[in-house]
């Protein structure tokens, strides 16, 4: 009966992600107006799928014959220690945070109107969401020091209320969802006033929130941003201490329990997933297949973007939920389902982090010469200058695709080896959550394959 049920689990599963394959995207550059469009393949599709599938499957394969619980808890337990601290440079970050803040929104209202001659809208989609976004797994997470919205609640009194635990981290998935949602149904890539104003009325509300319920709870736990970096760091190599900073390899501390401690917190690492898939599904010739109908029968389409954003979440967490009741099954554990979500979601972070580099790697190379023209004049810029990259770059960026997933098989390999006391439990634990990464890995390389198109 175990057996059957079992069965009955993974049929269900290999469904759902399959449908995910047919219904998923890869993420794009913020704004058509800053973005080319991809290339067709030249090799067969069904050969660029399967290699990367293949990969990852080789790479657990290889990972399950190193089986010395001492020798794995070295690699992620190594570490080296400085005594150098940053605290006289916190005033200068803090100083910067606030400057880029003001600087940003004045640029928006009152710079140029095109959108590639625009200091806002280069600074926030190149020079933040990119480079900013990818020194911060790289590096470091920097975020604490240059927040401007936290600099800004630390100078202003709190009421310190209390803040409601039974939402947990639900208001921080809503946020992310809601700014994805925001970014792709309005024009901010295109209009630097909109993305200025957008920028004011999320200001407004995160003041709000520090005053209301001060600034340690409102960006430990609310601020969608705020928990975006702070789990995107947990996979950089330094990290400052109280002593100084601490150098450990990258994703060494995704292993930690405290990083994930409910299942709010699974499903904003899920949620990570899913909007860096969501928007570049909306970029797709499947989603213009699917929304021109929708909107010549009178629907909204916003409403039908609402639709596909909540419906493709939760497809994701559903497939995650699925895979770790199925890891019950296969580890034959006494553990609920809802533990092992906890201890393997941090090992679905590399995945999200391989997509962004991917990606925007590319994309601040060929547009920081024109980010840099702008700012030495950011109410008279020089004209838009472009790196061409080799077409060989693409190898490239696939290859970060790659290296995020085999990151993420090793960091679940090494959750299992802490999470089940018998190799054999450990090993038989990771075969759905696999299943989910190959899979998952299947479907952005599908999407990569797609031509690139201006969401209706």
């Known amino acids: 009966m175990h057996r059957r049920t079992t069965i009955r689990y993974s049929t269900r599963l290999v469904a759902v992600l399959w449908l995910l394959v047919s219904l998923s995207g890869h993420a794009l550059a913020h704004g058509a107006s800053l973005q080319g469009s991809s290339k067709s393949l030249s090799v067969p599709l069904w050969l660029f799928i399967l290699t990367g599938g293949g990969v990852v499957s080789a790479s657990f394969l290889l990972a399950s014959f190193v089986t010395d619980r001492s020798f794995i808890r070295t690699i992620h337990q190594w570490q080296r220690f400085t005594s150098r601290s940053a605290d006289e440079l916190r005033t200068v970050t803090k100083v910067v945070g606030i400057v880029a803040l003001v600087g940003i929104v004045a640029a928006g209202w009152f710079g140029p109107k095109t959108p590639r001659e ?12 990119a480079a900013y976004t990818i020194s911060v797994y790289v590096v470091g997470n920097t975020w604490p020091a240059f927040n401007p919205w936290r600099t800004v609640g630390e100078f202003l009194p709190s009421r310190d209320a209390r803040y409601p635990e039974k939402l947990g981290a639900w208001p921080s998935v809503a946020g992310l969802l809601a ?9 901010l890539a295109d209009k630097p006033d909109m993305l200025a104003d957008i920028i004011v009325l999320y200001s407004v509300v995160t003041i709000a929130g520090t005053l209301w319920y001060g600034t340690d709870r409102w960006f430990g736990t609310v601020d969608p941003i705020a928990r975006v970096f702070r789990y995107y760091g947990r996979v950089a190599p330094f990290r400052r201490t109280e002593t100084g900073f601490e150098f450990q390899l990258p994703g060494a501390r995704l292993t930690e329990t405290k ?9 904003f690492v899920i949620a990570i997933l899913w909007v860096t898939t969501y928007d570049g599904f909306v970029s797709t010739p499947l989603w ?4 021109r109908p929708v909107a010549d029968a009178g629907i909204p389409l916003t409403a039908a973007y609402l639709t596909a954003l909540l419906g493709g979440y939760g497809l994701f967490l559903g497939a995650y939920r699925l895979a770790t009741r ?13 533990t092992i979500a906890r201890r393997f979601a941090p090992s679905l972070l590399p995945i999200a982090i391989g997509y962004h580099l991917a990606h925007y790697v590319s994309y601040f190379l060929s547009l920081s010469p024109t980010l840099l023209g702008v700012l030495s004049s950011p109410f008279d810029p020089p004209q838009a200058v472009y790196i061409v990259l080799p077409a060989w770059f693409g190898a490239v960026n696939m290859a970060f695709v790659l290296l995020g997933h085999l990151l993420a098989v090793w960091v679940a390999h090494a959750t299992a080896y802490d999470v089940f006391p018998s190799r054999l439990q450990a090993i038989r634990s990771q075969y759905p959550l696999v299943a989910v990464m190959i899979l998952y890995t299947m479907t952005s390389m599908w999407i990569v394959s797609q031509p690139t198109l201006t969401p209706p």
């Open 288 to 291: 213009s297949d699917v929304a």
């Open 118 to 129: 625009n200091l806002a809208i280069l600074a926030v989609w190149v020079g933040w969401w």
């Open 326 to 338: 199925l890891s019950r099954g296969t580890a034959d554990t006494y553990l609920t389902p809802a």
């Open 259 to 267: 990083l994930v401690t409910g299942f709010d917190e699974v499903g």
């Open 179 to 187: 700014l994805v949602w925001l970014e792709v149904i309005s024009p």
